[in-house]
């Protein structure tokens, strides 16, 4: 951190099944979110191998990486992360925009702004296309940050602490999402500190000062 | 098409990017309107010279002049790319009114009136004459009386219309000689005044051409126009007088005659400097022709020049000051490149979080660039059409702003007694004005490129992270 190297992670053997759902749970400063991080390409480990589909994240160049966090991976995080300048519309297609002049954006808007509301009303946000971040409730704008993610299909959803800033009643509704999701065949890793809310996955990874202690299936 | 609808909308909901176009703004307006009224005062002036001086002046310093002139002006006229040729004498003299015991030294220029006016804008300066400049010598006589002493105080009487006598040798001041010497500004007072005109008469060798009590020419002139070129130095220094009058005051009227220079006017499709570098090699051959002549030494201090070159003294003190102008307003384009750095760096600082989205979900370190960028460039372009927009208004309106300001305060941005200009100038120049503009836009992009290179370099994880804690 800064000019001094701080070992987060000490030697981390995890691998994520297609369709699971992982939540990872340890103590603040255990390496979950830089774990978490790493498995999405946005951040790179200083030793070892990350690999997607058996390939290897550390041969991709930058361009590659982009394509990679823009079409395979989808993030959530704690803080929603939403552009307020944006709609909640125009939030949720922003991926679809990366990557594409302004030709291509106009040869498949249509296409994108459909899906877009799609997903929103998956979401039960159908009636807030036009509204901007800042007047939603902290549920519904987790709801949209978890649309933005799915806008491009992503093959993993990565969430950072989903339910961190919401009260229990609106984060079990956000953990309602994420089990349907699941259910429907998304490949979800959620990082968490609250054993319930780990408990709702298909598998739990406890980390403790940056290792994997154990690993629980919860469906036993 | 994300970087432009996020490019528009940081624009119009951050608040703080007002600044960094006003910023642009009011600095393409001062740049504007100066270098405007700069410019044009610069080539107003310019064109003054252009129009006292013709195109071409073939001529020399020395005050002995040349011999052979006339075979040289024969020579000219034959070319086709010149239409008029005009010899000029020009001396030092003592004026002194017929009225008056006080000498003051000036700068005679003798001249054909009709040969000049063609050649250069002569007529055009002339306050009585200026439609008929042949005759800009016939004596200004005092309606009534025919003659009256210079010291009538103007508004006692208004003196009746003059009337024009050929017969007399007139002679032209320069307008601010005539008030400096005379204390009246409305020459309308000083017909029928005359002036006793002296000078030194040399030989083509350049020593006395007479002593004793001949030492000086010495002949009496009457008052017959005034004129305005708009150079203060002409205009306080130059009478004008006939060309054979100049030339015997002079002691250039010999066997062999000589004359001061030759003012050229060239056909008007004819470039100034391709018709110069032709009478250049007509004058190298004259010279050729001429060596065995008596006075073929007074050829050899003849130079060749455009208007520009005659003129340089005059126009260079302008020039530098204009070019010194554009410098300091390149200070101002460096401080508007650092309001825009400062601007930028703290709208940057701000949307650490929104880059650290965009990184997450596959937007490039380029993409990021280019989305500052293209803001910085709104902000140039928008800054740079309100500065455009409000430096031209103001341009258009600036003589009536002067009026107003003179009327209620008696202010004036230049003393039209001291500066001999008319109107303000106001009229931008296209070219000009695209390279403020451009520039302007420029100024922006340099000045948001390192904030705009920091925030491509961020790692999302660490901006995320903020956000997080």
């Known amino acids: 951190m800064g000019a001094t190297e701080v070992k987060v992670l000490k030697g981390v053997n995890l691998s994520v099944k297609k369709g699971e759902f992982i939540a990872i749970i340890g103590a603040s400063g255990s390496g979950k979110s830089t774990l978490l991080h790493i498995l999405g390409a946005l951040d790179k480990p200083s030793n070892g191998v990350v690999k997607f589909e058996n390939r290897d994240l550390s041969r991709f160049r930058s361009g590659q990486l982009n394509k990679f966090r823009n079409k395979m991976v989808g993030f959530v995080f704690q803080f929603y992360h939403l552009l307020d300048e944006l709609s909640v519309l125009e939030n949720v297609f922003l991926p679809a925009m990366t990557g594409k002049s302004i030709m291509g954006w106009f040869a498949c808007r249509r296409q994108a702004k459909n899906r877009a509301k799609e997903v929103l009303a998956q979401m039960g946000l159908a009636e807030r296309i036009k509204h901007k971040p800042y007047q939603l409730s902290g549920g519904e704008r987790q709801r949209v940050a978890i649309g933005r993610a799915l806008m491009n299909e992503p093959k993993l959803l990565l969430a950072d602490e989903p339910t961190g800033n919401l009260d229990s009643a609106t984060g079990n509704g956000i953990l309602e999402v994420l089990e349907a999701l699941n259910r429907a065949g998304q490949t979800i890793v959620m990082v968490t500190h609250d054993e319930r809310i780990a408990k709702r996955a298909g598998r739990t990874v406890t980390l403790v000062d940056g290792k994997i202690e154990h690993k629980n299936s919860n469906n036993s | ?469």
């Open chain 2, 1 to 469: 098409m994300y970087k432009i609808i996020l490019a528009t909308r940081y624009l119009l909901k951050r608040r703080i990017t007002y600044f960094a176009v006003l910023a642009v703004a009011l600095s393409v307006f001062i740049v504007i309107v100066v270098m405007t009224v700069m410019a044009g005062l610069v080539n107003e002036f310019k064109e003054k010279n252009h129009r006292f001086a013709g195109d071409c002046i073939v001529g020399t310093e020395s005050l002995v002049g040349f011999a052979y002139y006339e075979d040289f002006t024969t020579i000219l006229e034959q070319q086709d790319y010149i239409e008029v040729v005009s010899p000029v004498i020009k001396s030092f003299a003592l004026l002194r009114p017929i009225v008056s015991k006080q000498d003051d030294v000036i700068e005679i220029m003798g001249i054909d009136p009709v040969r000049h006016a063609l050649a250069t804008g002569f007529a055009d300066t002339l306050s009585y004459n200026a439609s008929d400049a042949s005759k800009a010598f016939w004596a200004l006589k005092s309606g009534s009386s025919g003659f009256v002493f210079w010291s009538s105080k103007e508004g006692l009487s208004k003196p009746s219309e003059p009337t024009q006598d050929p017969n007399l040798p007139g002679c032209v001041f320069g307008e601010f000689l005539l008030s400096k010497i005379t204390n009246i500004t409305n020459a309308r007072y000083l017909a029928g005044t005359s002036y006793s005109i002296s000078c030194f008469p040399l030989t083509a060798r350049g020593a006395l051409a007479q002593a004793g009590t001949d030492l000086v020419n010495t002949k009496t002139f009457y008052f017959s126009d005034q004129s305005s070129t708009g150079i203060p130095r002409v205009d306080g220094l130059v009478v004008y007088l006939p060309f054979e009058e100049a030339q015997l005051l002079c002691g250039m009227a010999g066997p062999t005659k000589r004359a001061s220079r030759l003012h050229i006017r060239f056909s008007p499709d004819v470039k100034i400097e391709v018709g110069c570098e032709k009478i250049r090699l007509l004058w190298q051959k004259f010279m050729q022709d001429k060596t065995d002549e008596t006075q073929s030494y007074t050829l050899d201090t003849v130079t060749v020049q455009s208007w520009k070159q005659y003129r340089r003294a005059s126009i260079a003190p302008m020039e530098n000051e204009q070019t010194e102008m554009s410098v300091m307003f390149g200070f101002v384009g460096i401080t508007t490149v650092f309001i825009v750095l400062v601007v930028f760096y703290m709208i940057i600082s701000h949307k650490s979080k929104d880059i650290g989205i965009l990184k997450s979900i596959g937007v490039s370190n380029l993409d990021i660039i280019e989305l500052f960028s293209l803001y910085a460039f709104l902000v140039g372009i928008i800054g740079s059409s309100i500065g455009l927009s409000a430096g031209w208004i103001f341009l258009w309106k600036i003589n009536p702003i002067e009026d107003w300001l003179y009327k209620h305060f008696g202010f004036q941005l230049w003393d039209r007694t001291m500066y001999a200009i008319g109107d303000i100038p106001n009229q931008a120049e296209f070219g000009m004005l695209a390279t403020i503009v451009i520039s302007a836009i420029v100024a922006s992009l340099v000045g948001a490129l390192i904030p705009t290179l920091q925030a491509a370099r961020q790692k999302p994880v660490e901006t995320l992270q903020v956000g997080q804690l």
